[in-house]
């Protein structure tokens, strides 16, 4: 890091040259001139939203329990249930598509200002749900449909929030890029899941079991607190330099996709194989918290030892973040879902003796790496795989022993941990410092030479 005089900011010097020709009169994004708060706190409040979005998807889980436990069969025996906790997925996607359009043909820094705005009213409104004459029908209705605005909200951080994160870090210093990203990403998002699980806790010891009523609404309403701690810094931003920069008035699509399907088709084979198993593994946890806690335990210890199931992403995460830089994503993502598959068959074939209340303290370290490896792996990047929530399920129902359907999801789950690191060590291009500056180049170039004005990109163009 070089300063120039006292009276100028402090600026980052990249080492390497920039690849685009100085006569177009651009700066490398690296040497704008900036100080290390201009260059920082954009990148922040780009992506610690996903916090907010880690805490209300995280929360629901526990809030699900508390209303189980308050209205009993009338709850758990009907579709509100399932509705309250998947429904917030399909939002996501509506989210995702909605403000993926809006990032790229309008801003996006105002995509990300109403997404978050979203999430906060709507957060608001699910803490306080009430049907008409108090029905419990009518409640739940309402909670549903605030569930899936809640998920337009989170859909929206994706295509604003992180993009976004990840343009802002090309103006910070070289070799620290990718941690700082994943740091405001995706850790924001273990951190939250973490959260989402003490606060519960928490609320069940202060407010007892005899009020959980009060307890649930609580935790949703806190879920106010993320989005609203963000709107000034959100309000305050200003479009990604890189944004600027490239910013498309028309699409052509066809080169778009001719330009980049191979590897699109690649990254998301790997998402969604990862996601097969990540989002459906929560299944499994109660395995073993019924083995410790019986079948009635208090509800403050169930959500203390999800706590701790939690805790496990924290390492792995952090880890990941600054692996990324050392080593690279592509080697970071390939190095820990093979290890997590390796861990996956081991806790296979070791099930029968771990799963059991002599051993349970290993169970759950061997079971916290496995996850710590997902996370410094792959799970810097979230999807939307609903697949592997009906598939296991199967898998379990057609065991023909306690053992089995243990063992099963494991299999399956480590067979495709190895095959997402073989996709991801051979057909994965190498990410560097300055790959979306680099990206850009390559497909300007790709866009002139098959007779697109360039000229008419950029904010200033438009």
Known sequence: ????????????????????????????????????????????????????????????????????????????????SQNVSAIAFAGTVVGMLVFGWTSDHWSRKWSLFISTVILFIFAALAAGSYGYNDSLGGMLAALTAYRFFIGIGIGGEYPAGSVSCAENTGELKEGHRNRWFIMFTNF????????????????????????????????????V???????????????PEEFKREKMAKFPIWLIIKFYWWRLSVVSLIWFVYDFSSYSFGLYSSQFLTLILGDSPPLWKTFGWTTLIYLFYIPGSALG?????????????????????????????????????KYMGAFIVVYGVFLAL????????????????????????????????????FFISSALCIFSAVVAFFLLPTINQDTITHEDERFRAYLEEHGYDTTSMGVSAN
Not at 13 to 36: A, N, T
Not at 192 to 221: K, N, Q, Y
Not at 225 to 239: A, N, Q
Not at 321 to 340: C, N, R
């Open 374 to 409: 997902g996370e410094f792996g792959p799970g810097d990047n979230i999807g939307l795989s609903f697949v592997g929530t009906y598939v296991l399920p199967i898998a379990v129902k057609n065991a023909h022993t306690p053992v089995e359907k243990g063992q099963h999801p």
């Open 188 to 223: 924001q998002i273990d951190f939250a899941f973490v959260i989402s699980a003490f606060v519960p806790m928490i609320l069940c010891l202060i407010f007892t079991e005899d009020h959980l009523r009060a307890a649930w609404r609580m935790a949703l309403g806190l879920g």
């Open 1 to 80: 890091m070089e300063k120039t005089e006292k009276t100028e900011p402090e600026t980052f010097v990249s080492s390497e040259k920039d690849p685009r020709p100085m006569e177009d009169g651009l700066v490398p994004l690296d040497q704008v001139p900036k100080g290390r708060w201009e260059r920082s706190w954009p990148t922040i409040a780009c992506g610690a939203g996903l916090f907010s979005d880690g805490y209300l998807n995280g929360v629901i889980g526990q809030v699900n329990t508390m209303l189980g436990k308050i209205y009993g069969d009338a709850y758990s025996d009907s579709t509100a």
């Open 321 to 357: 973040a600054f692996a990324s830089d050392w080593i690279g994503p592509k080697m970071t993502l390939a190095i820990g879902v093979g290890l997590q598959g390796i861990v996956g068959f081991i806790m296979s074939g070791c099930y029968e003796w771990l799963a059991t209340e």
């Open 225 to 239: 607190i993320p989005p609203l701690s963000l709107l000034y810094l959100r309000l305050k931003l200003d479009e």
